[in-house]
């Protein structure tokens, strides 16, 4: 089982980036699919999450910036973050929840600057 990140960077406030990250080794369709932040001497917490019946889940500090998809086919998941502050900056990781079973990413770091 792998989720491989990628898609972090530097970029300045107001612009854009996409993170993807690519799973294999289990059935990806099944699993609950999420991105978490955790910025320097802060607890991890969530950004957004895409169920497996279609419901989408965003953190009130992303709604109207970030979107989150999900390709099945391609066991990827996304998320589309625009006009980024500062305070978006920190390692994102993408998380598999199914039933029991919870596993992170490596995790990618955004740094936007201002």
């Known amino acids: 089982v792998q989720l491989v990140e990628s898609g972090g960077g530097l970029v300045q406030a107001g612009g854009s980036l996409r993170l993807t990250c690519t799973a294999s080794?289990?059935?990806?369709?099944?699993?609950?699919m999420g991105w978490y932040r955790q910025a320097p001497g802060k607890k991890r917490e969530v950004v957004a999450r895409a169920a497996t019946n279609g419901a989408i889940y965003y953190a009130d500090s992303v709604k109207g910036r970030f979107t989150i998809s999900r390709d099945n086919a391609k066991s990827t998941v996304y998320l589309q973050m625009n006009d980024l502050k500062p305070d978006d900056t920190a390692v994102y990781y993408c998380?598999?929840?199914?039933?029991?079973?919870?596993?992170w990413g490596q995790g990618t770091q955004v740094t936007v600057s201002s």
């Open positions: 998380k598999r929840e199914y039933t029991l079973i919870v596993q």
């Open positions: 080794g289990f059935e990806f369709s099944s699993s609950l």
